[in-house]
């Protein structure tokens, strides 16, 4: 369900992008998120961009800065932390279009994933994916429901494959490492590493 609901936003984003590359284009630096003027963020609708500035409605749109004052700060992709307004109850989006009564089958299972090299291992928590998300959405067409099974690397989820599927698009982007690689590796382990580099 929420699936459909993303690649319709995803569809409506793409079909505006060529307006906003020519927003762009006339601040160089915009397309780093860490020099972008904060004022800049969470644009109200007549100047994001992808509503119609010509449409007397849009005036009338809530301004999404407005809407996420009262929620918990994040420092990127639309800056509010979702996980973290779920689960303080800010929050209470229906799970099902249909039936407002459906609620989430929520599985807490993390899986670990451990990284070659100096980046922390990653932890994929089900609980915070599956508050918002239901089963279908990832098994078994993104991963197989098995621990180990995927080959997963960090080219495939840059190029928008695996997490990258929803990272970066409906979830918060790439440039987060810390929140995915987040278990620092035990003292044994960085021997290992330090061992195989040499
Ligand atoms: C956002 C994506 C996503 C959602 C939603 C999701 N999973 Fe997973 N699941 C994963 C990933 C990633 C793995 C790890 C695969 C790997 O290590 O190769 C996994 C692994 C598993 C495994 C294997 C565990 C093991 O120890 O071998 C099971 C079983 C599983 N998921 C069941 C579920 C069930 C049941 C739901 C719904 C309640 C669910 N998953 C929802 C992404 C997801
Ligand atoms: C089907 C979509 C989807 C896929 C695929 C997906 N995620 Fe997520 N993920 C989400 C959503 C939605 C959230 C909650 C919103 C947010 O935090 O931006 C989330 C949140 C998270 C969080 C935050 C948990 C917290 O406590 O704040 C982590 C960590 C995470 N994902 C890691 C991963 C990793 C690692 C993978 C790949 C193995 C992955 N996700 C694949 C949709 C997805
Ligand atoms: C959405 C979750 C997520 C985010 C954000 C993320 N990574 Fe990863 N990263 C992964 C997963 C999953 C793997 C594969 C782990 C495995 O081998 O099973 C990985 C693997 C890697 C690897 C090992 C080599 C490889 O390509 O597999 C490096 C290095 C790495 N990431 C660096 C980064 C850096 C640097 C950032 C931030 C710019 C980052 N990652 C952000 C999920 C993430």
């Known amino acids: 369900m929420m699936f459909r609901i993303a690649s319709v936003t995803l569809a409506a984003v793409m079909l505006v992008m060529p307006l906003s590359i020519s927003a762009q ?12 003027d904060p004022e800049t963020r969470n644009a109200p609708p007549l100047k994001d961009g992808i509503h119609d500035p010509d449409n007397p409605a849009t005036d009338r749109l809530q301004s ?7 929620l918990p700060d994040a420092n990127a992709g639309n800056y509010v932390d979702w996980v ?9 989006p229906r799970y099902d279009l249909q039936d407002p ?4 089958t929520v599985m807490d299972l993390d899986i ?3 990284v070659k090299g100096s980046m922390p291992d990653v932890v994929f928590p089900h609980k915070e994916h599956t508050e918002w998300l239901d089963c279908a959405n990832c098994h078994p067409a993104i991963f197989i429901p098995q621990r ?3 080959p997963l690397s960090m080219a495939a989820i840059l190029m928008g494959e695996q997490c990258g599927a929803c990272h970066g698009r409906v979830a918060f982007p790439v440039t987060q490492c810390r929140s995915c690689h987040s278990r620092s590796k035990t003292p044994a382990d960085e021997a290992a590493t330090q061992k195989e580099a040499q």
């Open 25 to 36: 284009s006339k601040d160089p630096l915009s397309f780093n998120r860490l020099m972008a």
């Open 112 to 114: 670990v994933r451990e």
């Open 64 to 70: 999404p800065r407005e809407a996420f004052s009262a």
């Open 148 to 150: 180990g099974a995927n």
């Open 84 to 92: 973290e307004a779920l689960q303080d109850g800010l929050i209470n």
């Open 101 to 104: 009564d459906m609620s989430p």
